[in-house]
């Protein structure tokens, strides 16, 4: 019973909760999160602080036991690895999700590997959903962030995720703002 355009609509509130943590998590990225279960929704969460809880783990709690057997959205991928906080694959696993629907793959390839680890513990996983939306929040976020064009860049998740045609011209922009950045970087194709 998997329906696109219901795992669209949770994905899309899911961006809407990353937003929330504007300003206070940055170097890591805005992520956003949504437990449902039948449709509805039973726990929400957003990376709130640098350093902090990561959106899936604040939905989980949020959710409690009604995440037993739900499904789990969220913009990213879900970490695997064990950072400031312990890997995202494990509290989704305790807490017994039963699939997990992620947009985009996260610029930091330390924190990737999230859906292979799930996959191979039984987690339904699918990716990709609301991606160009989820890497434009990205973007917009780092473009945002003062000295943020620098930061695309260092991640490099420039050349990968500006397609759509609103972003490439705003970057450019940015860049026209910030010679000192495309000094330092090199030449970018937008
Ligand atoms: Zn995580």
Same mark, same amino acid.
């Given at each position: 019973?998997?329906?696109?355009?219901?795992?669209?609509?949770?994905?899309?509130?899911?961006?809407?909760?990353?937003?929330?943590?504007?300003?206070?998590?940055?170097?890591?990225?805005?992520?956003?999160?949504?437990?449902?279960?039948?449709?509805?929704?039973?726990?929400?969460?957003?990376?709130?602080?640098?350093?902090?809880?990561?959106?899936?783990?604040?939905?989980?709690?949020?959710?409690?036991?009604?995440?037993?057997?739900?499904?789990?959205?969220?913009?990213?991928?879900?970490?695997?690895?064990?950072?400031?906080?312990?890997?995202?694959?494990?509290?989704?696993?305790?807490?017994?999700? !039963? $699939?997990?629907?992620?947009? =985009?793959?996260?610029?930091? /390839?330390? *924190? &990737? #590997?999230?859906?292979?680890?799930?996959?191979?513990?039984?987690?339904?996983?699918?990716?990709?959903?609301?991606?160009?939306?989820?890497?434009?929040?990205?973007?917009?976020?780092?473009?945002?962030?003062?000295?943020?064009?620098?930061?695309?860049?260092?991640?490099?998740?420039?050349?990968?995720?500006?397609?759509?045609?609103?972003? !490439? $011209?705003?970057?450019?922009? =940015?860049?026209?703002?910030? /010679?000192? *950045? &495309? #000094?330092?970087?090199?030449?970018?194709?937008?």
């Amino acid at each position: 019973m998997i329906d696109p355009a219901t795992d669209a609509a949770f994905m899309r509130r899911a961006l809407d909760l990353a937003w929330r943590g504007w300003g206070r998590v940055h170097p890591n990225p805005l992520v956003g999160a949504v437990v449902a279960r039948d449709g509805e929704v039973v726990g929400e969460g957003y990376h709130a602080e640098y350093g902090g809880p990561h959106a899936e783990v604040a939905a989980l709690a949020a959710a409690g036991e009604r995440a037993r057997g739900a499904t789990l959205y969220v913009t990213l991928e879900p970490c695997a690895h064990q950072g400031k906080t312990p890997p995202c694959t494990l509290a989704i696993e305790a807490a017994g999700i !039963r $699939r997990v629907v992620y947009g =985009a793959e996260d610029p930091n /390839p330390e *924190a &990737r #590997g999230g859906a292979e680890r799930l996959r191979s513990q039984g987690v339904e996983v699918t990716g990709g959903v609301e991606r160009e939306a989820v890497r434009a929040q990205l973007i917009d976020e780092q473009i945002r962030v003062a000295g943020g064009v620098n930061r695309a860049l260092e991640i490099g998740v420039v050349d990968d995720v500006l397609k759509p045609t609103e972003t !490439r $011209r705003r970057i450019a922009e =940015a860049l026209a703002n910030a /010679p000192a *950045a &495309r #000094g330092a970087h090199g030449n970018i194709p937008l």
